[in-house]
């Protein structure tokens, strides 16, 4: 047995659309907030950056990022 055997990926179609919402990286944080206890400001700053990592979280290509 392959190890793919035993979760196998599931087929997707080719009309679908991975889900996508274009919000603003300050919402994002506001609604993680809303999720933690507020002194754990340092979980909300580790789940965006994984995010970034993984890719699951993208910012425009057009974006000026300013310190």
Known sequence: MQPSD?????????????????????????????????????VVVAIVAAWLRAGRLRLPEDVTIAA
């Open 6 to 42: 035993a979760c196998p990926t599931p087929a997707r179609s080719p009309e679908e659309s991975p889900t996508r919402i274009t919000t603003t990286l300050y919402d994002v944080l506001a609604a993680l907030q809303t999720m933690v206890a507020p002194e754990e400001d340092d």
